[in-house]
């Protein structure tokens, strides 16, 4: 059943959202870990799904969010004395593409558990300070896992394994739900991409554990394009649309801001697909302009990151391999 409301919505939608860094040159890849050959645990906090990582910098406790959705660190507030400036100049673009030049910074000796990283990359901005309510200083890339760590997060105990050996967690991985992800393509990109299948088809999306608290991201665009020159596929998006609207939507970036009126649909979908993963009982909205899965899924599953295999394994906290969501609101 289609409905069609005049009234206009207004939507705040914040994210900490993923950074791209376009550069001349090819970028800094002088990360140094004092550890080889470790296993490291690591205790942890955890925020709507977001992975929250305490560790020590210049003697003081700073906490580090890992995001998936970004390529490099960024530090969310003002430049401090100890943060040591490149003479690189990056141009980075945030989920809004608004685009702006930073310069790169190197981060003095950061001590994660018993390990500790030297001549870590970040960017720098106070943008999104105002929406974090002192929960987070930073963020922790997605290049620790191109640069050889694999990771376990338990969010249901809040801990953390890290470690840079081969297949150390393939006991564990065995018989879980799987979900193979794609670098960027550029080199300079290291954010992962993953296949979703919704009934009608798939799309490849950004797995992004900095959107908080979201599901899956998906613009009305999308679902128009796909349908424009198969109306059997309209038909099937039409038969799980339980609403059509207008909203006035708005997103904060990093760097900017966007403001559209859109007409957007919401659907009530059986089920979707993320490799192995089946999220059943699934509301979408596609009042959004990008396309990513964001860190909801991790309130109900851990997640093993596994760099050599470039998989992502979850583990639902109830065992199963599916996850009955029922986000209706």
């Not at 690189?88 to 000796?109: F, G, W």
Request: net charge neutral; glycine share 6%.
């Amino acid at each position: 059943m289609r409905t069609k409301l005049t009234k206009i919505i207004l939507i705040c939608f914040v994210v900490l959202t993923s950074l791209s860094v376009e550069a001349q040159k090819k970028p800094f890849r002088d990360i140094h870990f004092s550890q080889h050959d470790f296993v490291d645990t690591v205790q942890i906090k955890i925020w709507k799904g977001a992975i929250i990582i305490p560790v020590e910098i210049n003697g003081e406790t700073k906490n580090l969010m890992f995001d998936t959705g970004a390529n490099w660190g960024f530090w969310i507030g003002e430049e401090e004395g100890w943060m040591k400036p490149s003479k690189e100049i990056l141009t980075v673009t945030d989920s809004q593409n608004a685009k702006m030049e930073k310069a790169l910074y190197r981060m003095p000796p950061i001590k994660m558990g018993n390990t500790t990283i030297e001549n870590y990359p970040l960017v720098v901005d106070n943008g999104m300070k105002e929406y974090v309510c002192d929960r987070i200083d930073g963020a922790f890339g997605f290049d620790l896992v191109t640069c050889g760590l694999s990771f376990k997060f338990d969010t249901k105990d809040s801990l953390m394994i890290v470690t840079d050996r081969k297949g150390f967690f393939k006991k564990e991985e065995k018989r879980q739900p799987k979900l193979k992800y794609m670098p960027y393509t550029s080199y300079y990109k290291t954010s992962p991409l993953v296949w979703v299948d919704f009934p009608w088809g798939r799309y490849k999306m950004l797995f992004d554990s900095g959107w908080i608290g979201g599901w899956i991201d998906m613009p009305e665009e999308i679902l128009n394009r796909w349908s424009k020159d198969d109306r059997k596929m309209q038909k099937q998006i039409d038969e799980y649309t339980v609403l059509i609207d207008t909203t006035v939507y708005t997103q904060a970036g990093v760097f900017g801001r966007s403001l559209d009126t859109i007409q957007y649909r919401k659907l009530h979908l059986p089920e979707v697909k993320m490799g192995d993963l089946a999220l059943q009982d699934f509301w979408i909205s596609t009042n959004s302009l990008s396309t990513k899965a964001g860190s909801a899924i991790l309130e109900h599953a851990s997640l093993i990151i596994d760099g050599p295999k470039q998989c992502f394994f979850f583990l639902p906290h109830d065992g199963k391999r599916e996850i009955v969501v029922g986000n209706e609101k």
